[in-house]
């Protein structure tokens, strides 16, 4: 079988205690810079709405499309309006990326995280992305190239925001399974084949980091689960991204192992 085919985790840490308190498990990010782009619901909404909650001192940037509606992020910014700042970005249009930057950049100076958790499956009436050739295209710049261009957009904060000792993650969820069996069994196929891309792509970042020993950035692909309430499954995937940045997982890729992915 081809190598780049092989895809694992090996093990699990001891960390992963489903008992240890949670305030001591993201202590690495407390006062650090955290940006989640695709934030205004589901799990990007959570992942901002734990990473203010959780911490003391960590700022958080959220992004999305259209923040005027957002309402669970304009509610979190009223009640942490010094540690908030929400930002339009939209991945198809590379100018906002650029904004977004400029304005962290200002306002931070760097980014010690950056999490990209949105997603394209259909939106009524606008895209289906199976069923035309500009929505599989959509689809893939969407779930695909959009994070990837989010992380070239961030790179300079994040290189002025990871150290030896302290590390910046780049944190790329994907939704759901990825795999033929789950193509065959819910006709997602374009959806399927971009976010296998977006696994592929961040293979190849954290490829490139390792070749470069860029050793204050890493990369990584978390499977937020299924079966998990959206509460527990954000606690666990902040408790892989803390456990990342302190070492106790070390993303590796190389021709015989592929090390940079978790499932909680």
Not at 31 to 44: L, N, T
Not at 49 to 71: D, F, I, M, R, Y
Not at 112 to 121: D, G, R, T
Not at 127 to 133: F, G, I, N, Q, W
Request: hydrophobic share 35%.
């Amino acid at each position: 079988m081809n190598s780049i085919m092989k895809f694992k985790f090996v093990g699990c840490p001891k960390s992963f205690s489903r008992f240890r308190m949670f305030s001591s498990e993201i202590k690495q990010l407390d006062g650090s810079v955290s940006m989640v782009q695709g934030a205004s619901r589901g799990i990007g909404l959570e992942l901002v709405k734990q990473l203010l909650e959780k911490t003391k001192e960590g700022h958080v940037v959220a992004t999305c499309s259209n923040p005027s509606v957002a309402t669970g992020l304009l509610e979190l910014k009223n009640k942490f309006a010094d540690r908030l700042d929400i930002h339009r970005l939209h991945l198809t249009n590379y100018t906002t990326i650029e904004e977004t930057a400029k304005a962290v950049e200002d306002k931070y100076g760097c980014l010690n995280l950056l999490i990209n958790a949105s997603s394209l499956i259909s939106i009524p009436h606008v895209a289906h992305p199976d069923k035309s050739l500009s929505g599989i295209l959509r689809s893939f710049e969407v779930n695909a190239i959009g994070p990837i261009m989010v992380l070239k957009g961030m790179w300079p904060l994040l290189k002025a925001g990871g150290t030896d000792s302290e590390i910046a993650v780049v944190a790329n969820i994907i939704h759901g399974e990825t795999t033929i069996t789950a193509n065959d069994r819910r006709r997602w196929h374009s959806y399927i084949c971009s976010q296998d891309r977006l696994h592929r792509l961040t293979g190849g970042v954290l490829m490139e980091l390792q070749q470069r020993k860029e050793d204050g950035i890493t990369c990584i692909v978390l499977y937020p689960g299924v079966r998990q309430t959206k509460q527990y499954s954000v606690r666990m995937l902040l408790r892989t991204i803390n456990d990342v940045k302190t070492s106790k997982i070390r993303p590796v890729y190389s021709a015989d192992e592929h090390d940079y992915h978790y499932y909680p």
